[in-house]
């Protein structure tokens, strides 16, 4: 089943430019483009395609998630990355990219990914911080906050930053599977 989707997202949503390797949307129906939007939310794709397999491809889109992330300093919601532009403004505290970070670094030891993880800490510090924890952003261009933080921003976002980080030792990688909110879970079947 992977195999047929991943067929069909690179023909229908890869998109290679000179600036990087993206991922558009399209109509389910059709194929054709309907958009070249990326977002945080897609942001997690870097992982799977590391997970699949396919580290260039992994590293390409991660590289653009960050070209995405340092367009104001932090990551939008939403571009449109054929215009190199914010189409969604908001910062939700977000850990799709922190998750496909932690993942590109566990397969691959560079050293550009702790590179980029501390970009991603120091913008949450800088930008994001309150006197009671963390808020998201209503436009990351002003950095003007929003009276929010979901759960997620612990659960998910600052997990996979500390994982980044930890010693290999913290967690059996091959042993444990994370749910969609990185709960860790003991494999069962498949085990490696």
Not at 6 to 32: C, F, H, S, V
Not at 94 to 115: C, G, N
Not at 120 to 127: E, M
Request: proline letters at 4%; charged letters at 25%; a negative charge.
């Amino acid at each position: 089943m992977w195999l047929e989707s991943q067929t069909a997202i690179e023909k229908y949503l890869a998109d290679r430019r000179p600036d990087g390797l993206w991922y558009g949307y399209a109509d389910m129906n059709t194929g054709a483009r309907t958009h070249t939007y990326y977002g945080a939310l897609d942001a997690f794709f870097p992982a799977v395609l590391v997970l699949a397999g396919d580290g260039r491809a992994a590293a390409e889109l991660q590289d653009s998630s960050y070209r995405m992330w340092n367009l104001a300093g932090v990551e939008p919601e939403q571009i449109d990355y054929a215009k190199m532009q914010i189409t969604s403004p908001n910062y939700e505290l977000r850990p799709e990219i922190m998750e496909s970070t932690y993942y590109l670094y566990h397969f691959t030891h560079d050293a550009k990914y702790l590179a980029m993880g501390q970009t991603f800490f120091n913008a949450l510090v800088r930008y994001c911080r309150t006197d009671e924890g963390y808020a998201a952003l209503a436009d990351v261009r002003s950095k003007t906050k929003a009276d929010s933080m979901e759960s997620f921003f612990f659960a998910e976002t600052l997990k996979y930053l500390y994982l980044l980080y930890a010693p290999e030792t913290t967690l059996d990688f091959d042993a444990i599977v994370f749910n969609t909110e990185a709960h860790p879970m003991k494999r069962s079947v498949g085990r490696k």
